[in-house]
């Protein structure tokens, strides 16, 4: 037997649980945007090459990418919501899954404008007018941008651990009825 058949393999160091937690958040947020991201792409290319060109409608391109954005926040939102951040969305009341849409609408309306951004950028600033400029405007460098925006957002401020709000205690272990016992100090004996 050799040397190298002899020597045992060294032990990993166990992976911390946050960075687990974190890896699987970033692989289920990837996977759901992947969903989102084909809605986006496959809705503005329809809409720029037809109803929406720009021959026809000068705002055709910013319209298509309004429309197919929206359609997308749509479908990431019922994806993280129900797989990538299960845990710790909010849960009971209908004012808190409302409060939990509406924050998830603001930060991806702010990271669907850094895409948006990118397009008026590359469309209107820098004259790159063709449709391939639109999608490697707003589908390759402004979402990169908006995706690393909007993952940090969703996780510290939409479904983070310290927003989850905890159903309210009962009212007797929030107000306890003070009564004395018969035979106790405090208690009337005559």
């Known amino acids: 037997m050799s040397e190298i058949d002899t020597v045992s393999p060294v032990p990993r160091a166990p992976v911390p649980r946050r960075l687990r937690v974190l890896a699987s958040q970033a692989t289920s947020f990837?996977?759901?945007?992947?969903?989102?991201?084909?809605?986006?792409?496959?809705?503005?290319?329809?809409?720029?090459?037809?109803?929406l060109s720009p021959h026809d409608v000068h705002s055709?391109?910013?319209?298509?990418k309004v429309i197919s954005t929206t359609l997308a926040i749509a479908a990431n939102w019922i994806g993280n919501r129900y797989w990538t951040f299960r845990a710790e969305r909010r849960r009971g009341s209908r004012s808190q899954?409302?409060?939990e849409a509406v924050e998830f609408?603001?930060?991806?309306v702010a990271g669907s404008l850094i895409a948006l951004g990118c397009l008026w950028i590359s469309h209107y600033a820098l004259?790159?007018?063709s449709?391939?400029?639109?999608?490697?405007?707003?589908?390759?460098?402004?979402?990169?941008?908006?995706?690393?925006?909007?993952?940090?957002?969703?996780?510290?401020?939409?479904?983070?651990?310290?927003?989850?709000?905890?159903?309210?205690a009962p009212a007797d272990v929030l107000h306890p009825q003070v009564t004395s016992a018969p035979g106790r100090a405090g208690a009337d004996v005559s």
């Open 127 to 129: 004259g790159y007018t």
């Open 60 to 64: 055709g391109p910013i319209i298509a």
């Open 131 to 168: 449709l391939l400029a639109d999608n490697v405007a707003t589908n390759v460098l402004g979402l990169a941008l908006g995706t690393a925006f909007r993952f940090a957002l969703y996780r510290w401020w939409v479904f983070g651990t310290r927003r989850i709000v905890l159903p309210p």
């Open 105 to 108: 609408g603001a930060v991806s």
């Open 97 to 99: 899954v409302v409060r």
């Open 30 to 51: 990837l996977l759901v945007g992947g969903i989102g991201l084909v809605i986006d792409v496959v809705v503005f290319n329809t809409l720029r090459t037809t109803v």
